[in-house]
């Protein structure tokens, strides 16, 4: 009967000289994060996936798996590049691994705060750099998130004053070469853990600490097997909301301007959502027991930020771009 039925909408609308739309497959778009569905970049993730249903009714089916399950940690860029994965949220360390210029993102205390940030990837900038990662990665970078300005999170005693301090602390990163460097930079012991092992190696001891933004710290609940939180501000983060350039050129150009409207809303109501709770955490974290203090940032600046000047990594860093940034207000 159905069948039937549906000949006869396609007769009818022959005859009333209309061309029956014989829907196409929708494009299927998995998105891969290792984030926990507490936080506010898992949570933005159903923002997209609705602002993309209402522009473009019944064209895309967006999948999204949290907590690293689809794909692990870092390999998410990869898995675009070979076309096994459409969409993930990566970082300037993901991409650092392929392009070097990138590392200048990576490094500690040059963008200052999150409206810095967006500024930043807003202006010429943004385009040059999001211009190499499709060159070189395929990969289209839709929009930039707020991550977080990322903190120690320690379960020892001692408080931490100054980047001596954290001599012999066995810090956990995640696990890339740019990220084991910011952590020895800071002056810590860096040990590569994948994010969805923090909980337990802080529980057991295996790591003395591990580092995130605030929010990620609550999300992730990091704070049941930590003691204090120390607030370097060492890192302002950002995570880059991307599609495998293999399925963003499939796409028409009205459903490219979906996917860029409904990325641009994920990204506005999670930065206005951690932004917002980000400054409300310290009184939550000392409310569980924790301590949260402010150490000598002054002095983790300086030494950060001559690490990075005199490694390796600088060379690679397109000439002027540290003014270039610096000089966006
Ligand atoms: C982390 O592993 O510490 C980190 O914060 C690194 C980020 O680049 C990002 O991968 C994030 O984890 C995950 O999205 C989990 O929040």
Known sequence: LSRRLFMGTVAAAAIAGLTPAIAADPI???????????????????????????????????????????????????????????????????????????????????????????????????????GLVEDKMNIKILNVGYLGTRQLNLRTEKEIKTPADLAGVKLRMPGSDTWLFLGKALGANPLPVAFGEIYTALQTGAIDGQDNPLPTVRAAKFYEVTKQIALTDHLVDAIFLSLAGSTWNKLDDKQKAAVMNAAKAAVRFNNENRIKEEAQLADFFKSQGLKVYKPDVEAFRQQVQKAYLESELSKSWPKGMVDRVNAIK
């Open 28 to 130: 299927k778009l998995r998105i891969s994060t290792p984030a926990v569905e507490a936080d506010w970049h898992a949570k933005m993730l159903p923002v997209f996936k609705e602002e993309l249903e209402k522009a473009a009714p019944g064209q895309f089916d967006v999948e999204i798996h949290l907590n690293g399950t689809l794909f692990k940690q870092g390999t998410e860029p990869a898995a675009m590049q070979r076309g096994n994965l459409e969409m993930a949220m990566i970082s300037a360390f993901d991409i650092a691994k392929q392009i070097p210029e990138w590392s200048i993102f990576t490094a500690g205390y040059l963008l200052r705060d999150p409206e810095h940030q967006t500024k930043v990837f807003e202006s010429g900038i943004g385009k040059e750099m999001y």
